[in-house]
């Protein structure tokens, strides 16, 4: 496992330092639900969307299952059955309740999950404190890999809170006190990148998941990278223009798809008279046609990029454009939980933030790809079909959780994650 998750040095002061991360992360969650009421908590409002409370189960499941069980000397679960509830995918370990279900437990309670997450920090307390820095890399790996979990749930459980809220008829506002954006988009420019062989992936010390290893080399044609992602305006033009009504701009999948599903604009636009309103996680506000577009599916950022004579960026040449750019830009702790447009300048502009970014790569194995070892294992090689990567992080994803290598992945139809584009050419 070493070689495959992160290379941690052991020292007081590093668990120290870990073991105040934990804290900060766990509370991190928390937070997150508080806005919420008790019956926000279960509701399950499509498979795809996980019930709050689930999530902050699961990822304390992941630190019982994977860390106290297996390290910690006498521990005893609050519940033996949250191992089958609150195991996600994790088929090696045990038996999965059907995730498509997960809205109809309504037992535990929220207050009980509350209870089970005191109960396995409390564990994680006694382990630091009983081993400290005798705590074995493959603990403190696995610790590791338990944080940036959690945070990618935190992700999730925004993403899952605006689609659960956006079905309620009365549009109920998770919180009136988010920060507004404003600001005027840039013009739209071309940035030139040369042909060349590259390295791409990660290498050295540090956290990084299985996905993205081992670097690798790449021979890049030379490209155009758009020094911002596409903006509500210009995606206006394109409904507008008839984009949804055009079947030679999408590829055939998508074209049925959006004739299935009735779409006709990106997620949460919904349309008043002339005008369009956006729904948001701070409720209804009007379209702000300089931030970036969001909630597009593959589909629609392959053919909004077709329509404008373009194309979307593979994903190596992403990385490729921003490994020298500092990782700075809209995440959650902004406080905005919406895109927001960048202002004036020429240079690159939210490579890290705002949206997610889709690339016309599919997400499959590097070269020489080695998945962790044992149940960790499923982690994310088995899903290496049928998705797409996208780069970047976004408005809702946590600043310290993203890096020049983060490779993201859905599939081509999803759009309830915070996802956008950025166009590319060839030069």
């Known amino acids: 496992m070493r070689d495959r998750t992160s290379r941690i040095a052991t020292s007081p002061l590093h668990v120290e330092q870990l073991w105040q991360r934990y804290q900060r992360v766990r509370a991190a969650s928390e937070r997150l639900c508080e806005p919420l009421e008790a019956e926000d908590h279960v509701i399950q409002s499509m498979p795809d969307v996980s019930p709050p409370k689930w999530h902050l189960a699961h990822v304390t499941w992941f630190f019982e299952a994977f860390i106290l069980q297996p390290f910690l000397a006498d521990y005893r679960p609050l519940d033996e059955r949250y191992d089958h509830l609150f195991n996600s995918y994790y088929k090696t370990h045990g038996t999965p309740f059907e995730r498509a279900r997960r809205g109809v437990l ?19 307390e006694q382990l630091f404190g009983q081993r400290g820095a005798e705590l074995p890399d493959e603990v403190l790996q696995r610790i590791e890999l338990g944080l940036e979990h959690e945070q990618q749930h935190q992700e999730l459980l925004l993403m899952d809170i605006k689609h659960i809220l956006a079905q309620n008829p009365l549009r109920p506002v998770y919180r009136h ?15 030139e990148f040369p042909a060349g062989l590259r390295q791409v ?12 290893r081992p670097q690798h080399r790449v021979f890049a044609e030379a490209f155009q990278l758009a020094n911002r992602p596409v903006s509500n305006g210009e995606y206006l033009e394109f409904i507008r223009d008839g984009g949804y009504r055009s079947t030679a701009l999408w590829l055939a999948d998508g074209w049925d798809h959006i004739q299935r599903a009735g779409w006709q604009a990106p997620l949460y636009w919904e349309r008043e008279g002339d005008d369009w309103l956006e729904l948001t996680l701070g409720g209804p506000r009007e379209l702000d046609l300089a931030a970036p577009v969001c909630h597009l599916s593959y589909f629609e950022a392959e053919a909004f990029a077709t329509w404008a004579q373009a194309r979307l960026p593979r994903e190596e040449e992403w990385e490729i454009a921003a490994q020298d750019e500092p990782v700075w830009g809209n995440f959650v702790e902004n406080d905005h939980l919406q895109p927001v447009a960048a202002g004036a300048g020429d240079c690159l502009q939210q490579l890290y933030g705002d949206v997610w970014e889709w690339t016309a790569s599919a997400y499959r194995p590097y070269p020489g790809f080695r998945p962790l070892g044992g149940s960790l294992g499923e982690y994310n090689g088995k899903f290496m079909s049928g998705q797409m990567v996208l780069r970047g992080g976004c408005c809702a994803t946590p600043e310290d959780h993203v890096r020049p290598t983060y490779r993201n992945f859905f599939y081509p139809t999803m759009r309830w994650q915070f996802s956008g584009l950025r166009l590319a050419k060839e030069l």
């Open 201 to 212: 992936g990660f290498s050295g010390e540090g956290f990084a998941f299985d996905c993205e």
């Open 106 to 124: 309504s037992r535990p309670t929220v207050s009980e999950v509350y209870a089970y997450r005191s109960h396995v920090d409390l564990a994680m």
């Open 177 to 191: 006190d988010l920060k507004p954006g404003g600001g005027q988009a840039s013009e739209l420019r071309w940035i």
